[in-house]
C-alpha cells in the first residue's frame, strides 16, 4: 500500500510558478515510479510527467515540455512538479500516482495508487 498527499496548488497568474509536491509513505518509496497527470473541468485525465524510481529518467506531455519539470527526492519519499511559464490552459485538479513498477510511463494504468489531487488555477 502507498499513500499519497499533494500540496502546492494555488491560484497564479499567467507567466508565474508553482511547485506541487507528493508526499509518500508506505512501500519503499525509491521501489517505485512517480507520475503527475491532470484533469481539467470536463475533460479525461491526462497524463502530464513521469519519472523512474531513481530520478534517472523522465518523460513529459508535449504540452508542459520545456515549462514543467519533475523530480524526486527518495530520501524524503516526496515527489515533485516544478511548474513554469504557467498558462490558464494549464488549469486542473493535478494528481499525483504511485507507479506499479520502477520503470516511468505515460499510462495512467501502470500506475496503483493516487493522491486526492490537487487545484492549480491559472488566471489570464
Known amino acids: 500500500q502507498v499513500q499519497l498527499v499533494e500540496s502546492g496548488g494555488g491560484l497564479v497568474q499567467a507567466g508565474g510558478s508553482l511547485r506541487l509536491s507528493c508526499a509518500a509513505s508506505g512501500r519503499t518509496f525509491s521501489s517505485y515510479a512517480m507520475g503527475w497527470f491532470r484533469q481539467a473541468p470536463g475533460k479525461e485525465r491526462e497524463f502530464v510527467a513521469a519519472?523512474?524510481?531513481?530520478?534517472?529518467?523522465?518523460y513529459y506531455a508535449d504540452s508542459v515540455k520545456g515549462r514543467f519539470t519533475i523530480s524526486r527526492d527518495n530520501a524524503k519519499n516526496t515527489a515533485y512538479l516544478q511548474m513554469n511559464s504557467l498558462k490558464p490552459e494549464d488549469t486542473a485538479v493535478y494528481y499525483c500516482?504511485?507507479?506499479?513498477?520502477?520503470?516511468?510511463?505515460?499510462?495512467?494504468?501502470?500506475?496503483?495508487?493516487w493522491g486526492q489531487g490537487t487545484q492549480v488555477t491559472v488566471s489570464s
Open positions: 519519472i523512474n524510481w531513481s530520478g534517472g529518467s523522465t
Open positions: 500516482a504511485a507507479g506499479r513498477y520502477s520503470g516511468a510511463s505515460y499510462d495512467h494504468r501502470m500506475y496503483a495508487y
